[in-house]
């Protein structure tokens, strides 16, 4: 499990003071398995970053059917897109968010405000880095969405294909 002043300071180097900043604007949450942390159309104002257990972000189509999207938790195999349960394009772009949040093993969580992370931003450049990082968070988080979208498309046109070609032996078309 990595904590999130180690992950910080794999980026950045910290003394005490300067973490003691984050932990003035970082709360502690207990969540317990089956709780929504939130739901579609509410928009972000908070990152979280997962101490420990296990969340889902889903969505759900027109039709009323919940899709996993996304795992968050934090063990070794986690990679940065994990560490971080949030809707970066609702808390970026102050839009409603597209997705829910619900928690699947009992979790420990860290918050923060986007409001307080940009005024510690602003007050001290070094942790612009941690910005960029989330940045980069998202990108990789949006990246695979992109893909997914793009790897569904050219299935369902392989199947479109193949379902033509199949009449068209059969002699249907």
Not at 15 to 38: N, R, V
Request: glycine share 4%; proline share 1%; aromatic share 12%.
């Amino acid at each position: 499990m990595t904590t999130l002043r180690a992950f910080i300071s794999q980026q950045i180097d910290l003394s005490d003071e300067e973490w003691a900043l984050w932990e003035d604007i970082i709360k502690i949450k207990h969540f317990k398995k089956g709780e929504q942390i939130t739901f579609k159309d509410n928009i972000w104002t908070d990152f979280i970053f997962v101490n420990s257990g296990l969340i889902r972000s889903y969505i759900i189509n027109n039709e009323g059917k919940d899709h996993t999207w996304q795992f968050n938790f934090n063990t070794e195999e986690s990679l940065l897109e994990h560490f971080f349960a949030v809707d970066y394009a609702s808390i970026v772009q102050n839009i409603p968010s597209c997705r829910g949040f619900e928690v699947l093993e009992d979790s420990e969580v860290l918050i923060y405000s986007k409001k307080d992370f940009y005024e510690l931003c602003e007050e001290h450049k070094k942790y612009e880095r941690i910005g960029r990082l989330i940045a980069q968070a998202a990108y990789l988080v949006i990246k695979n969405i992109k893909g997914t979208i793009m790897i569904n498309h050219i299935l369902k046109s392989v199947a479109v294909t193949s379902l033509i070609l199949g009449s068209l032996q059969a002699g249907e078309i």
